[in-house]
């Protein structure tokens, strides 16, 4: 039997990202993981404050990155009687309206938007960097972390699993032999939620995502095989994955305390997703470095300051993503922001910044307000005071 200060169960990158914050802080650390470094599904995207945090790592090389150089944005049309504004298309697809606009391509490597990696290379990246070894044996530690994802162990132990209605089910195909530089997102009401197609360094990851409680694997697939084969990657070789993802309410944020006694939970394993878009890496390295500083800052209660800290910081954003939602994925919203971003430059610009995570949530209104035309915010309006579809 051997002892450290802290066990991380879980070397994805909120494990990893935990011990190598907590080992240069000069913590003993043991990390516990059968199966990393692997490739995720329906992960892989790393936003611009993302790619801020993870520096350090991806500058030593290893991690190859994709930039992304465009993204297109698609919609269904609303049915006549709930149109709120004529069909908008840079290209015909019937039913479909959508709008293309190019992300900066001049960027140093660490400043782009959004890049895409592997994840089986960026979680094989912080593991090395992380320095961990390990062996069967009993261990006895100071403090647990569980960032063993969202059906981990140490979370069904701590806490309980998640209940289907707070996750989100994300289902596709590997389409191996294609890639590209371009992210397509087409917003789909029913089910409510979003087709994707994010490029790999040797495939495309093309998938649908929408609530579990109200769908299942097969039926998803079949989605975005009538997709795939209306031209996305015809003839690429497909390969289905289906993976769950944490999609909690605003209500479960504001319940939720992932941390007590000796124990925290972090990313995955604590329901650190964006309830909107899924993202999830940056949520879970900002976790890692919460908890590792409220670890190592001599605070009386580390798991309590973790907590604290997590409410002033990542808990505010996730809600306001959380109420966005409810009402979001109507085509009727949907294919007013397609107008919006086929015609406004500064409607764009905001959205490149929302998808860098430089636009948080908080004050995404009083934005777009100030950078829509005149028509375009009264529509808007007209649609908030039926929805509340932006936070404040």
Same mark, same amino acid.
């Given at each position: 039997?051997?002892?450290? !200060? ?13 011990? &190598? ?10 990390? +516990? ?13 790393? =936003? ?7 520096? $350090?790592?991806?500058?030593?090389g290893g991690v190859p990155l994709i930039p ?12 006549e009687h709930e149109r709120a504004v004529p ?6 697809? $019937? ?6 606009? $190019?992300?900066?391509? !001049?960027?140093?490597?660490? /400043? ?33 972390? @569980? ?45 409510? @939620? ?18 579990? /409680? ?16 209306? @031209? ?8 289905? &994955? ?8 605003? !209500? ?15 990313? /995955? ?7 909107? =878009? %899924? ?21 009386? !209660? ?17 809600? %306001? ?6 009402? +979001?994925?109507?085509? %009727? ?27 948080? &949530?908080? @004050? ?14 009264? %529509? ?9 579809? +932006?936070?404040?």
């Open positions: 039997m051997s002892t450290t !200060d802290a066990a991380v169960v879980g070397a994805g990158p909120a494990g990893s990202w935990a011990a &190598y914050s907590l080992a240069r802080a000069g913590a003993r650390v043991t990390v +516990f993981d059968a199966s990393h470094p692997r490739e995720k599904p329906c992960g892989g995207g790393l =936003t611009h404050r993302a790619l801020t945090l993870l520096r $350090p790592i991806l500058e030593r992304i150089k465009s993204i297109r944005f698609e919609s269904e049309e609303p049915r069909p908008v298309s840079d290209h015909a697809l $019937p039913g479909i309206v959508s709008a293309w606009f $190019p992300l900066p391509a !001049d960027a140093p490597p660490f /400043d782009v938007p959004l890049a895409v990696a592997s994840r089986s290379a960026l979680d094989g990246g912080l593991l090395a960097a992380a320095r961990i070894r390990t062996a069967k044996r009993e261990l006895v530690a100071s403090f647990l972390l @569980g960032a063993d994802g969202v059906a981990g162990v140490v979370r069904r132990r701590v806490l309980g699993g998640f209940s289907r209605s707070q996750l989100s089910l994300a289902a596709g195909y590997f389409a191996r032999g294609i890639t590209s530089s371009e992210v397509v997102l087409r917003c789909t009401a029913d089910p409510a @939620g979003y087709f994707w197609s994010f490029p790999r360094p040797d495939h495309l990851a093309i998938g649908i995502c929408a609530q579990a /409680d109200r769908v299942s694997p097969g039926p998803l697939r079949e989605y975005v095989a009538r997709w795939v084969t209306a @031209g996305r990657a015809s003839a690429a070789r497909l390969e289905p &994955y289906s993976w769950p993802i944490p999609s909690l309410s605003r !209500d479960d944020f504001g319940r939720q305390r992932p941390g007590a006694g000796r124990w925290v939970l972090l990313g /995955d394993a604590a329901g650190l997703v964006d309830p909107l =878009t %899924r993202e999830g890496i940056y949520f879970a390295v900002r976790s890692a470095e919460l908890a590792a500083g409220s670890l190592t800052d001599a605070v009386a !209660d580390p798991a309590a300051a973790y907590v604290e800290r997590l409410c002033a910081e990542l808990f505010p954003e996730l809600e %306001r993503a959380a109420a966005l939602k409810t009402g +979001f994925f109507s085509p %009727r919203f949907t294919s007013l922001l397609v107008e919006a971003l086929a015609r406004s430059e500064p409607i764009r610009q905001v959205m490149v910044d929302l998808i860098a995570g430089r636009q948080p &949530y908080g @004050g995404l209104r009083r934005r777009l307000l100030t950078t829509f035309e005149i028509g375009l915010a009264w %529509r808007l309006l007209r649609l908030e005071l039926r929805g509340r579809y +932006f936070a404040q």
